[in-house]
C-alpha cells in the first residue's frame, strides 16, 4: 500500500486549499480511508474519515469547515478545507488500513498565517 498526500503550502486565515492524497498498490474502493493532522507540539488526530461506501465523519474542530472526498476511479482521496484558522496549522496525512495494518502517507504541511 502506498499512499501520497500533495497540496499543502502557505495560506492565509480565510482561505481555502484541498489536499489530495494518491493511492496506490491498494483496491482503493474497498477501503475506509482517512485524514490525520499533527500540529506542532501537539499528537497526531483524526480530523476525517469516509467508508468505501462513502459515508463521512468529522471532528468538531473542523466539522462545517472540511469536507472529504474519494474518487475510486482514480484512487485519489480529497480534503476541501475552507475557511482556514492558524490553528489548522499541521502536517496532514491519509491513511487506512488494510488487513489490521494501519498505512500512513507521507504527510504535507498546511500553514495558516493570521
Known amino acids: 500500500v502506498q499512499l501520497q498526500a500533495s497540496g499543502g503550502g502557505l495560506m492565509q486565515a480565510g482561505a481555502s486549499l484541498i489536499l489530495s492524497c494518491a493511492a496506490s498498490?491498494?483496491?482503493?474502493?474497498?477501503?475506509?480511508m482517512a485524514w490525520y493532522r499533527q500540529a506542532p507540539g501537539k499528537e497526531r488526530e483524526l480530523i476525517a474519515s469516509?467508508?468505501?461506501?462513502?459515508?463521512?465523519n468529522y471532528s468538531d474542530p473542523v466539522k462545517g469547515r472540511f469536507t472529504i472526498s474519494r474518487d475510486n476511479a482514480a484512487d485519489a482521496l480529497y480534503l476541501h478545507m475552507s475557511l482556514l484558522k492558524p490553528e489548522d496549522t499541521a502536517v496532514y496525512s491519509c491513511?487506512?488500513?488494510?488487513?489490521?495494518?494501519?498505512?500512513w502517507g507521507q504527510g504535507t504541511l498546511v500553514t495558516v498565517s493570521s
Open positions: 469516509i467508508t468505501s461506501s462513502g459515508e463521512t
Open positions: 491513511s487506512t488500513v488494510v488487513r489490521d495494518v494501519r498505512y
Open positions: 498498490r491498494i483496491m482503493f474502493r474497498s477501503y475506509d
